[in-house]
């Protein structure tokens, strides 16, 4: 553990006290390292790569102007009428617990770091924003605070109030989506540092009763495909679920399935053939790994994505 606070706390302080040694949020990385975010583009949901065009990392912990960062990590995007906006995890040095950051863009490429929009006395990351009938709606990774957290934009994209609790209990990256007039939700719920275990639920309505599926937990024991890794997807009538790599350490890389067949009763999966699909480099900001990936169909039938990357530092 001690070793785990160098890498992602350095160089705030040498030394901490006993107590926060013990309250860390689940999911730091176990090498001393540094993630930051980058944008790839691609012909499809599952061929994403790095653009000459785009000057990778887009945003790193030197861009956040308005807390000490450590990192920045686990980003999602949505563009609302011809600007994109950005959600992060920024993790503040100073009071130990991840926040959530924002960022925009007009072109997707360039970004420019506005500031932080949502920090609570507990951990935040995996700020997995949507859309649903004109109303803009949060659920970031809450696990300190023992539940599944919706926050709703009273003002977006700087103001959130949070609307109630999902589920309550220990759930990392929360991954929800829609369909068949349903809401569905993977979550990874292993507390213990392994991410091997994948639990999926559903519901009528967002904080209605949610229900586990007969089948969950889907995986069991396989931290290679069990923690999600970004959002769920819909392309031609077809759910992709995207889910980082923890084994034999944290965030080596990320995986793509195909869900063929989703009912209250029923669960199919099968590994895309061209996993996987985000690996590191071996140099630069993303040489040591990538565990997180949000993309999305441009008007012009590309895709772009927003994913993140860690490198080993001194």
């Known amino acids: ?24 949020p689940i999911g ?21 790569q790095e653009n000459q065009n785009i000057k990778n ?23 609302v009428e011809q600007t994109w906006y950005m959600f992060f995890e920024v993790y503040n040095n100073r009071t130990f617990r991840g926040e959530i950051g924002l960022a925009t863009s007009q072109d997707g490429a360039k970004w420019n770091y506005e500031k932080i929009i949502l920090a609570e006395p507990f951990h935040l990351s995996y700020p997995y924003v949507f859309n649903w009938m004109g109303e803009y709606y949060m659920i970031p990774e809450t696990f300190q605070a023992q539940a599944i957290r919706l926050y709703k934009a009273s003002n977006f994209p700087s103001q959130w109030e949070f609307v ?28 213990q540092h392994k991410y091997d275990t994948l639990r999926l639920f559903y519901a009528d309505d967002l904080l209605s009763n949610w229900v586990e599926h007969p089948q969950s937990p889907l995986i069991q024991g396989n931290a290679h495909i069990a923690r999600p890794g970004g959002r769920v997807i819909s392309v031609d009538n077809k759910i992709i679920r995207y889910t980082q790599d923890c084994d034999p350490e944290y965030g080596i890389q ?9 009912t209250t009763t029923t669960y ?21 790994g990538m565990h997180h990936i949000d ?18 530092v001194d």
């Open 164 to 191: 109630g609790n999902l589920m309550t209990g220990i759930f990392l990256d929360a991954s929800i989506f829609r369909h068949n007039d349903k809401w569905w939700l993977f979550t990874e719920t292993n507390p």
């Open 28 to 48: 730091l990385p176990d090498k001393l390292s540094q993630w930051s975010i980058g944008i790839y583009t691609g012909n499809s949901h599952i061929e994403l």
């Open 254 to 262: 990320v995986r793509a399935f195909e869900v063929e067949e989703l």
């Open 57 to 79: 990392p887009v945003i790193s912990r030197s861009d956040i102007s308005d807390v000490y960062a450590g990192f920045v990590a686990d980003p999602f995007m949505i563009k």
């Open 1 to 24: 553990m001690k070793t785990l606070l160098k890498q992602v706390l350095k160089p705030a302080m040498n030394v901490l006290p006993p107590k926060l040694l013990n309250n860390l």
């Open 295 to 312: 993309p999305h169909l441009l008007e012009n039938g590309q895709w772009i994505a927003c994913v993140d990357g860690r490198v080993l």
């Open 268 to 288: 199919r999966e099968r590994e895309v053939v061209k996993n996987p699909i985000l690996v590191p480099s071996q140099e630069g900001w993303n040489g040591s």
